[in-house]
């Protein structure tokens, strides 16, 4: 882009053109050049941070390692940048030292989270979701009432989903969502089953499933907790506070790997 802006600059020169035109034109390509400059800073996750992470990955051959000690790197230009900003607003110039802190906190964040996904999908990657699960789920009758099931199950357990079944079956699912939509003077003469949604792909997962898979559904759908079943019957709970959990524990075990 710099270049045809560049050559954009020289023929509007060359034709004579407004000075507005030929300042826009020439403002555009030097903008590119710094940006492609800052982008090769070998620091992660810019450009030439993944270059500098490759080059490490190829010294010594472990990936989070490198991503690790790239990671490292573009934590501290982010730092930098943001001390550079805080310094800048405080010698007069307060815009341009409130950018260079926000680009700084950026670089600084998405350096850290380039890591834990690297350490997510090595930790995670190919494993089935009845590694992780929660075998013998809590599971409420259809017959229940409302208010038993508040009292014990919801306020006893604190989950906010529940699988209702009808002889070991998987039947819908009930959320303290639905619950609170039904008038509190009726709860106890409203059944589970009468308020309960269809389980979808949304809150379900196969046991064979990729626990990824499962972590991606959990994102789009913001839900923390998903139904294991198979062959129509409920057999586990996969929770996002488990895999956290797991996650917490693996680095704190191999970090030094």
Known sequence: MALVFFAGYA??????APP????????????????????LIPAFPLDGGRVLRSLLWMRSGNVRAATRWASQTGSALGL???????????????????WWFLIGMFIRNAALMSYQQVVLRQALEGEPVRRFMKADPVTVS????????????????????YPVVDDGRLVGCVTTRKIRDVPREEWNRTTVGAIASACSEANTVSPDSDVLDALRRMNQNRSSRLIV?????????????????????????????
Do not use: C, W
Request: no cysteine; charged share 15%.
């Open 20 to 39: 507005s035109v030929t300042g826009v034109v020439g403002f555009i390509g030097s903008t590119n050049v710094m940006l492609g400059v800052f982008n």
């Open 142 to 161: 259809r017959s229940l009432s409302v208010e038993e099931v508040v009292n014990d199950y919801v306020y006893r357990y604190h989950h906010k989903l």
């Open 11 to 16: 023929a509007a020169v060359f034709a004579n």
């Open 229 to 257: 079943v198979s062959d129509g019957r409920p057999v586990g709970i996969l929770s996002l506070q488990d895999l956290l959990r797991f996650l917490s524990l693996k680095i704190e075990l191999e970090e030094t790997r």
């Open 80 to 98: 930098i940048l943001a001390f550079a900003g805080i310094i800048q607003a405080f010698t007069g110039n307060v815009i341009g030292g409130l």
